[in-house]
């Protein structure tokens, strides 16, 4: 049976200063229903994980006019790669100009973003050994730290289309099923995953042993936890085209087997989800609206997860067994910060999950606070949100 598409029409586009593409009845049954549930965040337990990395942001110059901001960027990816092509068989000199340091990794982003959605949050990873780093101090008074080894580092070059992340990754080959159950102790992990509500699993590309703690959860750990059908597990891969075949399909078939124990929802931006359906033979699906609802439904009916959500830049798609739906997002061409914008749609789309909010809300609540992060640069509260949704100026 083929799944069911709804396609949500936009024909009123309100006028303000986010121009926001939501239909009224979209936007207004989100309100509502923030309004009613949007405090229950506060009861629900996540367990959020495992990776850790200080992030510097920063701005590749093209053209420096003098000292400190005096400079021309680049005005985007293609730009900056002609000129490291144009160095191939002689050598060239790039100045990267620091924009903020902060914390990374698909975990502690994510986790900030439910805390401050009002979440009850247990972050694990990389966040230092021995002490905390003092990018991840903020995260840890608002939240459970359980710390394995030192952080990754990234070095994010953004663009107006897009960012370059260089990292160094050497200390997650630490995040192994024997270090986890080390840092909580005894049963401690088996007890964090049977309290939570959400057990989220990041950044499976850049964890070696990532797909080891998928088989140590669903062999050994799950079926001593009790039972339960509303016990959400979301799955973020982060970008594996660097590993290869078998094992992104060795990934894929762990994650499916969490079904027995949960509902599943993999999380993909566009080229995550391009590179999930080659390697299942999928063929290929355009970008178009159309095109993204059959790359979704295909790909969660292949694998037989509850649901799986794509969020490209300007839009987002989640099929279920149902059928699937489209939100577009409050796009904009210059973003204060895009690094986190992707993390910030799955805190979003995750909380409207543990509220019980439906798929089109939870989109809606995903690019929402996205798009408040891209602009701001900071996690928003669930009344940011509804402001954002509300308050056009």
């Not at 990292?167 to 005894?186: H, K, R, W």
Request: aromatic share 6%; net charge negative.
């Amino acid at each position: 049976m083929e799944d069911r598409v709804l396609v949500l029409d936009h024909p009123h586009p309100l006028i303000g200063y986010l121009d926001p593409p939501y239909p009224m009845d979209l936007k207004s049954r989100l309100l509502r229903e923030l309004a009613s549930r949007g405090a229950g965040l506060s009861a629900r337990r996540c367990l959020v994980g495992f990776d850790g990395f200080v992030d510097s942001i920063v701005s590749a110059v093209a053209q420096r006019s003098g000292q400190g901001e005096n400079f021309t960027p680049f005005s985007g990816i293609a730009e900056f790669g002609r000129s490291i092509q144009d160095a191939a068989g002689k050598s060239a000199n790039f100045e990267l100009y620091p924009r903020m340091e902060k914390l990374g990794g698909n975990g502690p982003i994510m986790a900030g973003a439910l805390i401050a959605m009002d979440a009850n949050v247990t972050c694990v990873g990389a966040f230092g050994r021995g002490s905390i780093h003092p990018v991840f101090a903020d995260l840890a008074r608002q939240a459970r730290l359980v710390s394995l080894a030192e952080p990754a580092r990234t070095t994010a070059i953004e663009f107006p289309d897009g960012k370059i992340m260089l990292g160094v990754t050497e200390s997650l080959d630490q995040i192994t099923p024997a270090n986890l159950t080390a840092a909580f102790g005894g049963d401690g992990f088996r007890d964090a995953i049977a309290e939570a509500d959400l057990v989220v699993l990041g950044n499976w590309t850049m964890i070696p042993h990532m797909t080891e703690i998928y088989t140590e959860l669903t062999e050994r750990l799950l079926p001593g936890v009790p039972a339960r059908e509303d016990r959400l597990f979301f799955f973020d891969l982060a970008d594996p085209g660097k590993r290869s075949r078998a094992d992104l399909l060795g990934a894929l078939g762990e994650i499916a087997r969490f079904e027995r124990f949960g509902r599943v929802c993999l999380g993909l931006n566009l080229r995550e989800a391009q590179q999930v359906s080659a390697a299942l033979d999928l063929g290929a699906d355009g970008d178009s609206p159309e095109g993204l609802r059959s790359l979704a439904s295909k790909i969660r009916s292949r694998l037989e997860l509850t649901s799986v959500v794509v969020h490209p830049t300007a839009c987002a798609v989640c099929a279920t067994r149902a059928g699937s739906c489209l939100v577009d997002g409050p796009y904009t061409a210059q973003p204060l910060i895009s690094t986190g914008a992707g993390d910030h749609f799955n805190a979003g789309f995750v909380a409207g999950q543990l509220l019980g909010l439906g798929p089109e809300s939870c989109l809606c609540l995903g690019v929402s606070a996205s798009g408040l992060y891209v602009r701001t640069g900071r996690s928003p509260t669930v009344a940011d949100v509804e402001n954002f949704l509300v308050n056009w100026r």
